[in-house]
């Protein structure tokens, strides 16, 4: 099989391990994915990930030899464009940390409505019944005043009364 690199073709045998790998294999995923679930620890697999592949790239013998020239030009590219990834990937773990942190932070407390909906009803029910015993009293004043206006009676019999509903006999009042 040809393969064309910068406008050179190059022979690649077809039983190269690169060729041979099988892309669609899981199964050694999925015994480490469970240990991915910390930012960085997944930042780590995704930067090993990206050398493997290149590594295996460099291994498979698609690449045609180079001269050292261009070997240091390759080895200085690969460095570069390698810090460059393993500094973005850290930062993106580092940010996706705080994230995940300020996220937390800032949980929705979970109430049981139904609960807090009872617990008010049952307070208005009480200030319900003090409200009305409030309206009794007043009206049972109101009743009182007038029928001191209306007898005429002399100061010291509506002193009286009124000592009556200090105490909360509003019927001898």
Not at 76 to 100: D, K, N
Not at 119 to 147: F, G, P, Y
């Given at each position: 099989?040809?393969?064309?690199?910068?406008g050179?073709?190059?022979?690649?045998?077809?039983?190269?391990?690169?060729?041979?790998?099988?892309?669609?294999?899981?199964?050694?995923?999925?015994?480490?994915?469970?240990?991915?679930?910390?930012?960085?620890?997944?930042?780590?697999?995704?930067?090993?990930?990206?050398?493997?592949?290149?590594?295996?790239?460099?291994?498979?013998?698609?690449?045609?030899?180079?001269?050292?020239?261009?070997?240091?030009?390759?080895?200085?590219?690969?460095?570069?464009?390698?810090?460059?990834?393993?500094?973005?990937?850290?930062?993106?773990?580092?940010?996706?940390?705080?994230?995940?942190?300020?996220?937390?932070?800032?949980?929705?407390?979970?109430?049981?409505?139904?609960?807090?909906?009872?617990?008010?009803?049952?307070?208005?029910?009480?200030?319900?019944?003090?409200?009305?015993?409030?309206?009794?009293?007043?009206?049972?004043?109101?009743?009182?005043?007038?029928?001191?206006a209306?007898?005429?009676?002399?100061?010291?019999?509506?002193?009286a009364?009124?000592?009556?509903?200090?105490?909360?006999?509003?019927?001898?009042?």
């Amino acid at each position: 099989m040809n393969v064309r690199l910068r406008g050179q073709f190059t022979d690649c045998p077809r039983n190269s391990s690169f060729l041979a790998m099988n892309p669609m294999n899981f199964a050694g995923f999925e015994k480490i994915a469970p240990y991915l679930t910390h930012p960085l620890v997944l930042v780590g697999f995704v930067l090993l990930l990206a050398y493997g592949i290149h590594w295996q790239l460099m291994k498979s013998g698609l690449l045609s030899q180079v001269s050292k020239k261009d070997s240091s030009l390759i080895i200085r590219l690969f460095l570069r464009y390698g810090f460059w990834l393993a500094l973005t990937l850290l930062l993106a773990g580092f940010g996706l940390a705080a994230c995940s942190k300020h996220l937390d932070t800032a949980k929705i407390i979970s109430i049981d409505v139904r609960k807090t909906a009872e617990l008010l009803s049952a307070q208005l029910n009480v200030k319900d019944q003090q409200l009305s015993a409030k309206d009794k009293q007043i009206k049972a004043l109101t009743e009182a005043i007038t029928a001191l206006a209306k007898t005429g009676a002399p100061a010291a019999s509506i002193n009286a009364a009124l000592q009556e509903l200090e105490k909360g006999h509003t019927a001898k009042a």
